[in-house]
């Protein structure tokens, strides 16, 4: 069974731990740009608290095309903004200098497209976590997606929304060493790359290990 799900920036722990689980991911590339998501921001450990990344869009929040379409505002200098919050969040982190040279080409070179950035970003990310997921895009748009071998699981992931439904998804955010916990209070369910400089290796085992 595919996991169907729009794109997101540098995901949250529970995306990819669905992935973890599902084994497949469908990514839906037909919809329209929904604004306000995950789709160009994402939330990391700063040393504040909760820091929220965000990557500029042409046009603003004024979208109104395919997501595949949405093209990133490079004049802004959002790829130093971001590296450099990234490195200062998790410089000090055990694994953060075995992982961070294979995300730092994304910080970089200069990507036209939203979808295309996050997709590199994405593929990434299952290779650095040795996982066995498998990549899918959808062809076309379908509102209510009601084949058996897909579990539609679009614009559930949001942030503070969709409680219920996502509940019965089953999964319970991991605690674990967080650099600034003792200042801020432990963070769940932020971005992947939290858990990932954190743990390294054992990523993977814990994120398959983060369900009911």
Same mark, same amino acid.
Request: hydrophobic share 40%.
């Given at each position: 069974?595919?996991?169907?799900? @729009? ?6 722990? +529970? ?5 973890? $689980? ?5 990514? @839906? ?15 990391? !450990? ?24 949405? #093209?990133?505002?490079?004049?802004? *200098?959002? #790829? ?13 982190? !055990?694994?953060? +200098? ?6 730092? &080409?994304?910080?970089? $070179? ?12 994405? !593929? ?7 996982? *066995? ?5 959808? @062809? ?7 084949? &058996?071998?897909? $579990? ?21 955010? &991991? ?13 769940? *369910? ?10 390294? &290796? ?6 398959? *290990?983060?369900?009911?």
């Amino acid at each position: 069974m595919s996991l169907l799900i @729009e794109a997101h920036y540098l995901p949250a722990i +529970e995306y990819m731990a669905l992935a973890a $689980k599902q084994g497949s991911l469908l990514i @839906e590339q037909c919809e329209n740009f929904e604004k306000s998501t995950c789709r160009n921001r994402c939330y990391i !450990a700063g040393s504040n608290g909760k820091l929220m990344l965000s990557i500029p869009l042409l046009g603003g929040r004024q979208q109104n095309c395919l997501t595949r379409n949405v #093209q990133i505002d490079n004049r802004q *200098n959002w #790829q130093k903004i971001h590296r450099h919050s990234i490195e200062s969040a998790y410089r000090s982190t !055990a694994y953060f +200098e075995y992982y961070f040279d294979a995300l730092l &080409p994304f910080y970089t $070179k200069i990507h036209k497209f939203l979808f295309d950035l996050n997709i590199g970003l994405l !593929a990434t990310l299952i290779k650095l976590l040795k996982a *066995n997921i498998n990549l899918l895009f959808t @062809e076309s748009y379908h509102k209510n997606h009601l084949s &058996p071998d897909v $579990k539609d699981c679009r614009n559930i992931l949001i942030p503070n929304q969709n409680p219920m439904l996502r509940q019965q998804l089953g999964f319970s955010p &991991p605690t674990y060493y967080q650099v600034f916990a003792h200042k801020i209070g432990f963070l769940p *369910n932020i971005s992947i790359i939290d858990l990932l400089f954190a743990l390294g &290796p054992e990523t993977t085992p814990v994120l398959l *290990n983060s369900f009911n």
